[in-house]
């Protein structure tokens, strides 16, 4: 006699936990094996075991403050979830060359991105891969815990207020930028539109579609963008 087929909530309830685990051990792993991927400054000054449990212990934080408040990590609302992420991240690496287009007389190497003299393989291992532990620190973390903190107090029909939301998830984005975009008065305007913009888009995207939507469009921006920016002229 055959078993029943698991139920439609056993299933969600096994992808919303293994999910966010696989997610948490990726940045673990990430954060021991490529330190510079670790989104924090002098990351290597800290052991790989520092390094991991630091990640894991964000995660979870992370993951605790999220459920809190209603954040969903596995992708929901889309039929394709893989191929809205691969457009979004096209339609991103689009407008940042059109961005870096309109600015470049004032760039100088560091604010391209583009590492120059590095080869793409390693601008792509180290941009894709950078951006998972940044979605794990910032957005899972930082994000879901202002969230939380500020929808303590900023409440509607008593639940957490929709500006909530929006408010700590940008508030988190602004703390990435804060600790690793150095600030230039003359660059402030490019600064915007080139990394406080597109955070806006990883908020949207983790607050409507789920982290692993934001993380994966944010990686899939990387995939399209690198291979472009070296054909631009100079």
């Given at each position: 006699m055959k078993e029943p087929a698991p139920s439609s909530t056993v299933q969600r309830i096994t992808a919303r936990d293994a999910v966010p685990a696989a997610l948490l051990v990726t940045g673990?792993?990430?954060a021991v094996l490529v330190p510079p991927c670790f989104?924090?400054?002098?990351?290597?000054?800290?052991?790989?075991?520092?390094?991991?449990?630091?990640?894991?212990?964000?995660?979870?934080?992370?993951?605790?403050?999220a459920r809190r408040c209603g954040l969903e990590i596995v992708p929901h609302g889309l039929r394709h979830p893989v191929r809205f992420s691969l457009i979004a991240g096209a339609s991103v690496a689009a407008y940042l060359l059109l961005v870096d287009a309109v600015f470049r007389a004032a760039l100088t190497g560091d604010h391209a991105e583009s590492l120059p003299g590095v080869a793409l393989s390693v601008r792509l291992i180290y941009y894709v891969l950078r951006s998972v532990n940044e979605g794990i620190v910032y957005q899972l973390f930082f994000g879901s815990a202002f969230v939380f903190l500020i929808g303590r107090v900023w409440r509607h029909d008593g639940a957490i207020?929709?500006?909530a939301y929006w408010l700590g998830l940008i508030l988190a984005h602004a703390l990435n930028l804060a600790i690793n975009v150095p600030f230039e008065a003359s660059a402030l305007a490019y600064d915007t539109l080139r990394f406080f913009v597109p955070g806006l888009l990883w908020a949207y995207l983790y607050r409507r579609h789920g982290l692993s939507v934001a993380i994966a469009a944010h990686a899939a921006t990387h995939l399209f963008f690198q291979p472009l920016i070296g054909l631009a002229p100079s």
């Open positions: 673990a792993v990430l989104p924090f400054p002098h990351a290597t000054a800290y052991l790989a075991a520092v390094r991991a449990l630091l990640m894991l212990a964000t995660g979870m934080a992370g993951l605790y403050c207020a929709p500006g």
